[in-house]
């Protein structure tokens, strides 16, 4: 039997409360609660794996951050090498039907002092709301306008 299936049977086990004997009741609850509880256990079994299986993936991605992180670094100290070789020789272009090669020049913009910029020139991120601010001054009776607190549940498994 499946858990939400026991579930409901444990529910109208208990709207029957009433108009069954003690002696039923307990019977039948205990036939109920024991295969929803090792249901309940193997159900929290899937969420620890699982848990294993997401600390395992965020070990991996930050592994594999830190190798692209190290190879775009050398990639770019090899593109600055190749480019002061080539600049050294005085070679601009190079002719290879796999691997042309193309000395460009641009331009870039260089901020030296921020703090000068006008106003115009400046971009803002869009805001963000602080909830543990106004989680706190919800607590506090304080009425924040566009907030207010729900109560949920969640379940904490070991």
């Not at 070679?91 to 921020?114: A, C, G, H, M, Q």
């Amino acid at each position: 039997m499946k858990l939400h299936e026991l579930s409901s049977k444990y529910e109208k086990l208990y709207q029957l409360a009433d108009s069954i004997d003690e002696e039923t009741f307990e019977d039948t609850l205990q036939a109920i609660e024991e295969p929803l509880q090792e249901k309940a256990i193997n159900v929290a079994k899937l969420i620890l794996t699982w848990d294993d299986d997401i600390s395992t993936l965020d070990n991996e991605i930050k592994r594999l951050q830190a190798l692209k992180k190290s190879i775009v670094s050398r990639q770019n100290r090899t593109k600055e090498y190749l480019l002061f070789c080539l600049n050294k020789a005085g070679i601009k272009k190079v002719n290879d039907v796999k691997y042309p090669l193309t000395i460009r020049n641009y331009s870039k913009v260089d901020i030296k002092e921020f703090e000068k910029l006008p106003e115009e020139y400046l971009r803002y991120k869009e805001p963000e709301a602080n909830k543990t601010l106004i989680k706190q001054a919800l607590k506090n009776n304080i009425h924040v306008p566009g907030a207010e607190i729900i109560d949920t549940q969640t379940i904490k498994i070991g």
